[in-house]
């Protein structure tokens, strides 16, 4: 008996046609075994996707650590900076009484950012009240605004550097003023808002140096 067809193959089986008889489908048995021999090499393909997928693994907690890292930074940083801005300076002043070439001088300054002892908005900047006085008898004073940038603050020094000749409408009430630099310390290493700190001070209003004994404080709010 002479046989006329054809057989079509697929991954799964093998079907034979034959002419006058029913269709017979049969395993394909090189299918499998094409599948047991590719199967080590597949293994190994996805075997070397391992250090691959721990590799990316890493690179992703690290990513998600540096960025924990830098938020928790700039929010301190944001706090800090925030906590200096809300923090102002109430009051620091300076007495002295001493003795000038055999005269009795008094020195008296205060600076305040919150203070209206200026009789003047303040828009920012700050009260600087001062007198000097020799043998009671007032030589130089004065009272006015004086920009921000003429005093440098921080919770453990101040710096006053001022030429009040210079500043509009400072009102002079004896003399023609001059420059006052004057540099406060204060003398606790942390400050309370609310306490007064005693501090010491140095420096010169117009040509008067302050003496080493005098009295000083810082007060924040």
Not at 68 to 93: E, I, Y
Request: contains cysteine; hydrophobic residues 40%.
């Amino acid at each position: 008996m002479a046989f006329r067809g054809h057989s079509a193959r697929t991954d799964e089986s093998s079907v034979v046609q034959v002419r006058g008889a029913t269709t017979v489908t049969q395993p394909n048995r090189m299918s499998l075994i094409t599948r047991i021999r590719r199967f080590p090499g597949q293994l190994r393909d996805r075997s070397a996707l391992v250090p691959a997928a721990l590799a990316l693994l890493v690179v992703l907690a690290g990513g998600i650590l540096l960025g924990s890292v830098g938020l928790q930074r700039s929010n301190a940083a944001q706090s800090s900076h925030a906590g200096a801005k809300t923090m102002l300076l109430a009051r620091a002043d300076v007495h002295t009484e001493s003795l000038y070439n055999g005269e009795d001088l008094e020195l008296n300054l205060s600076i305040s950012q919150v203070g209206n002892d200026c009789q003047a908005a303040l828009n920012g900047g700050i009260c600087l009240r001062y007198s000097v006085v020799l043998e009671e008898k007032p030589v130089m004073a004065g009272y006015g605004v004086i920009p921000l940038s003429a005093v440098h603050i921080t919770p453990t020094n101040i710096i006053l550097n001022v030429d009040t000749t210079q500043v509009p409408d400072f009102v002079n009430t004896v003399g023609a003023g001059g420059r006052i630099v004057l540099t406060w310390k204060n003398s606790a290493t942390t400050v309370n808002p609310g306490s007064l700190h005693s501090a010491s001070v140095v420096g010169k209003i117009g040509s008067y140096t302050l003496p080493t004994k005098l009295i000083a404080s810082m007060l924040f709010r």
